[in-house]
């Protein structure tokens, strides 16, 4: 992807449709406000909850385990798809490489059940608790449209 030719800007659209674009956003610190911390892709009405980077250690280390620290945060590319955001992401950090994106990893995860507290190492070990399937159980716990419940259940990703 030609990154050169992709410029910041306002736009003006229906709510909805907002509702369905994704993003690729950046984290600056103020220590250093002209190069980013970090950059995910994520909804663009999730992007203030930082869903990918909370599962970078790098990115908690700098952020969110330091209540003082300031952020700014800029939606640096919108699209229709997961896809092409992820595509534009790695041409951006492949131009310059945020840090928390380069030092940072997904932290070790678990999966509860809300309504009975059992706990699981593996989206696998839990769907097959409930009989259900891997990915309608993943598609819950990242919150995609039509997922409210698992088999009655709810479920949420949780830190160890």
Same mark, same amino acid.
């Given at each position: 992807? @030609? &990154? ?10 229906? +709510?909805?449709?907002? %509702? &369905?674009?994704? *993003? ?7 220590? /250093?406000? %002209? ?6 892709? *994520? ?21 969110? @385990? #330091?209540?003082?620290? %300031? ?21 951006? +950090?492949?131009? #310059?490489?945020?840090? *928390? ?11 509860? *059940? /809300? ?8 989206? +696998?070990?839990?769907? /097959? ?7 309608? %159980? ?23």
């Amino acid at each position: 992807m @030609d &990154t050169d030719n992709l410029k910041e800007m306002a736009v003006f659209a229906p +709510v909805n449709t907002f %509702l &369905t674009k994704w *993003c690729v956003y950046e984290c600056y610190s103020k220590a /250093d406000a %002209l190069n980013p911390a970090y950059m995910g892709v *994520c909804r663009l009405t999730e992007v203030f909850s930082f869903p990918d980077a909370q599962a970078n250690t790098a990115w908690r280390e700098m952020f969110r @385990d #330091n209540p003082a620290s %300031l952020m700014m945060i800029k939606i640096k590319y919108v699209a229709a798809t997961e896809v092409d955001c992820i595509n534009a992401r790695r041409a951006f +950090v492949m131009q #310059n490489p945020p840090p *928390c994106n380069m030092r940072g990893r997904p932290t070790r995860s678990r999966i509860v *059940c /809300d309504q009975t507290g059992q706990e699981w190492k593996t989206i +696998v070990e839990a769907a /097959d608790a409930i009989k259900s399937s891997p990915s309608n %159980l993943s598609n819950h716990i990242n919150r995609k449209p039509g997922f409210k419940s698992v088999k009655g259940y709810t479920f949420t990703r949780q830190e160890r």
